[in-house]
């Protein structure tokens, strides 16, 4: 390695110095103990099982399940089955999570003014008995399979991102007679009544509004900005949004008129819906985007330097199922391979296109949550029968990426990094930590319990005696089946 390789690779240089990796395990035991309440019970405090399923998601890379977790980080002998009472059946509010972590973001001063990102994220599943399972669009393959969809609220700010609510998605079968007796035994709310994707976006918005989360606008992908009705719950909320909506959607440049026509000739039965009454001409994103002329928007900084995009926006009406006529202003950005999106905001008119495309941005971190929560937490590997065990898993997940986000936060502030690193490896933004970095570090200090070679014999010697039980068992019971008369 010669002189140059040697300052690059100081780890003083990159603001990681020993004591900061130190403090890892500690930190992580704070944040455990600020949200130790959120795990309690009538009966009892269970914490100690959260504290083991967040080293778990956090310090293994692969094979994240009860026993296995339960074995790397308490005991090579445990079979898992507390933690899973505690995962599955103990009825601590996961709900309790995520108020306190929006009232962490709250508090904390550099994330004001964030992006609150809505969307959803499905996973195939196999059977149809687990909560909420059925026929449905999963975008993680791109068409309509079984599976298990969530909706989710995440939070984008000063580089990071987290999740801050989820709820799991219902299809309306579920709520038919013969679903509806499974209801308890899957811990399924008895009042729940069916909702739409869209209803229950609203629900988990009213939930973030209330605690005072404090975002300045709301992105979300078409399947919500499709809906008039939605948009205008939205603004009657007094919220900003960017939502991005199909290519074909009904718009219109000049302001329509609506009303119900008057019956004609005074024959036939009397029109009861509304219709367009003057010569506004029906159009749709696309056809205004091929108006428009595009021009380059510096969105932010990123590793590979300036993010630019080609953006182009037009003031236009819309009308919602009941009538009533918005405007908005329709924002259109070509993508890197060319490909044109479309969205509309309620932005007041004079708000300027590259804030409307830094909004527009925050599409992508809805994206980076999935990504860490699936590839380095094992969200797709948890397979959640239960509901309650869903929204726990859901919860201690985006616990996780909140430590992840907080550990990003104090790196950045306690220890920065030496400007001269961007000049000398001829960058202009140097890399953040990533979730698989966090994890390298607290595995350092939080090191998984590996197995000695006594230990591995014992353990398949005691799975061998379960596994001849079993087979007793089933012998006796064949037995007694044939020794039953007719």
């Given at each position: 390695?010669?002189?140059?390789?040697?300052?690059?690779?100081?780890?003083?240089?990159?603001?990681?110095?020993?004591?900061?990796?130190?403090?890892?395990?500690?930190?992580?035991?704070?944040?455990?103990?600020?949200?130790?309440?959120?795990?309690?019970?009538?009966?009892?405090?269970?914490?100690?099982?959260?504290?083991?399923?967040?080293?778990?998601?956090?310090?293994?890379?692969?094979?994240?399940?009860?026993?296995?977790?339960?074995?790397?980080?308490?005991s090579p002998d445990s079979d898992?089955?507390?933690?899973?009472?505690?995962?599955?059946?103990?009825?601590?509010?996961?709900?309790?999570?995520?108020?306190?972590?929006?009232?962490?973001?709250?508090?904390?001063?550099?994330?004001?003014?964030?992006?609150?990102?809505?969307?959803?994220?499905?996973?195939?599943?196999?059977?149809?008995?687990?909560?909420?399972?059925?026929?449905?669009?999963?975008?993680?393959?791109?068409?309509?399979?079984?599976?298990?969809?969530?909706?989710?609220?995440?939070?984008?700010?000063?580089?990071?991102?987290?999740?801050?609510?989820?709820?799991?998605?219902?299809?309306?079968?579920?709520?038919?007679?013969?679903?509806?007796?499974?209801?308890?035994s899957l811990h399924i709310p008895?009042?729940?009544?069916?909702?739409?994707?869209?209803?229950?976006?609203?629900?988990?918005?009213?939930?973030?509004?209330?605690?005072?989360?404090?975002?300045?606008?709301?992105?979300?992908?078409?399947?919500?900005?499709?809906?008039?009705?939605?948009?205008?719950?939205?603004?009657?909320?007094?919220?900003?949004?960017?939502?991005?909506?199909?290519?074909?959607?009904?718009?219109?440049?000049?302001?329509?008129?609506?009303?119900?026509?008057?019956?004609?000739?005074?024959?036939?039965?009397?029109?009861?819906?509304?219709?367009?009454?003057?010569?506004?001409?029906?159009?749709?994103?696309?056809?205004?985007?091929?108006?428009?002329?595009?021009?380059?928007?510096?969105?932010?900084?990123?590793?590979?330097?300036?993010?630019?995009?080609?953006?182009?926006?037009?003031?236009?009406?819309?009308?919602?199922?009941?009538?009533?006529?918005?405007?908005?202003?329709?924002?259109?950005?070509?993508?890197?391979?060319?490909?044109?999106?479309?969205?509309?905001?309620?932005?007041?008119?004079?708000?300027?296109?590259?804030?409307?495309?830094?909004?527009?941005?925050?599409?992508?971190?809805?994206?980076?949550?999935?990504?860490?929560?699936?590839?380095?937490?094992?969200?797709?590997?948890?397979?959640?029968?239960?509901?309650?065990?869903?929204?726990?898993?859901?919860?201690?997940?985006?616990?996780?990426?909140?430590?992840?986000?907080?550990?990003?936060?104090?790196?950045?502030?306690?220890?920065?990094?030496?400007?001269?690193?961007?000049?000398?490896?001829?960058?202009?933004?140097?890399?953040?930590?990533?979730?698989?970095?966090?994890?390298?570090?607290?595995?350092?200090?939080?090191?998984?319990?590996?197995?000695?070679?006594?230990?591995?014999?014992?353990?398949?010697?005691?799975?061998?005696?379960?596994?001849?039980?079993?087979?007793?068992?089933?012998?006796?019971?064949?037995?007694?089946?044939?020794?039953?008369?007719?």
């Open positions: 390695m010669n002189d140059n390789e040697k300052i690059e690779f100081d780890p003083e240089r990159w603001g990681l110095p020993i004591n900061f990796v130190e403090s890892l395990g500690k930190d992580l035991y704070d944040i455990w103990e600020r949200f130790r309440d959120c795990f309690s019970t009538l009966t009892n405090n269970k914490g100690e099982n959260a504290l083991t399923y967040l080293q778990g998601i956090l310090l293994m890379e692969k094979g994240r399940n009860y026993v296995n977790i339960s074995r790397k980080v308490e898992g089955q507390n933690l899973q009472n505690f995962m599955s059946d103990s009825p601590w509010k996961g709900n309790a999570v995520f108020d306190q972590i929006q009232h962490e973001v709250k508090e904390d001063m550099r994330l004001q003014g964030g992006i609150l990102t809505l969307d959803e994220s499905g996973e195939r599943r196999y059977g149809d008995k687990s909560a909420g399972m059925g026929r449905q669009y999963l975008g993680v393959i791109g068409k309509v399979d079984m599976g298990q969809v969530g909706v989710y609220l995440g939070y984008y700010a000063a580089d990071v991102w987290t999740m801050v609510d989820g709820e799991l998605f219902f299809p309306e079968k579920w709520f038919d007679e013969n679903h509806k007796q499974n209801f308890k008895e009042d729940l009544k069916f909702r739409t994707k869209p209803k229950i976006g609203l629900e988990l918005l009213d939930k973030a509004i209330a605690n005072k989360l404090p975002f300045q606008c709301l992105t979300c992908d078409d399947l919500y900005g499709r809906g008039h009705n939605f948009r205008k719950e939205v603004d009657e909320r007094n919220i900003t949004y960017v939502a991005d909506v199909p290519w074909d959607l009904t718009a219109y440049i000049e302001k329509p008129e609506t009303g119900i026509p008057e019956r004609k000739g005074g024959k036939g039965r009397k029109p009861t819906r509304w219709k367009v009454l003057n010569d506004a001409k029906r159009t749709n994103p696309r056809q205004i985007a091929q108006t428009l002329n595009l021009t380059p928007v510096e969105v932010r900084d990123c590793e590979r330097g300036k993010l630019i995009y080609e953006c182009g926006m037009a003031r236009v009406w819309t009308i919602t199922s009941t009538g009533k006529i918005r405007q908005e202003t329709l924002f259109v950005r070509r993508e890197a391979n060319g490909k044109m999106t479309y969205s509309l905001s309620n932005a007041p008119k004079e708000t300027s296109i590259e804030i409307l495309a830094q909004w527009r941005s925050g599409r992508y971190f809805a994206e980076r949550i999935f990504q860490d929560s699936k590839s380095e937490l094992g969200m797709d590997e948890f397979e959640a029968q239960k509901y309650r065990a869903w929204i726990h898993h859901t919860a201690l997940d985006a616990l996780a990426l909140w430590f992840i986000a907080q550990t990003k936060l104090n790196w950045k502030e306690k220890h920065p990094r030496d400007p001269k690193l961007n000049e000398q490896l001829g960058i202009q933004k140097l890399p953040d930590l990533s979730a698989a970095n966090v994890r390298l570090l607290l595995q350092t200090v939080m090191p998984l319990e590996k197995l000695s070679l006594e230990q591995a014999i014992n353990l398949v010697v005691k799975h061998l005696v379960n596994r001849s039980k079993v087979k007793k068992s089933k012998s006796k019971s064949t037995k007694k089946r044939k020794k039953a008369p007719d």
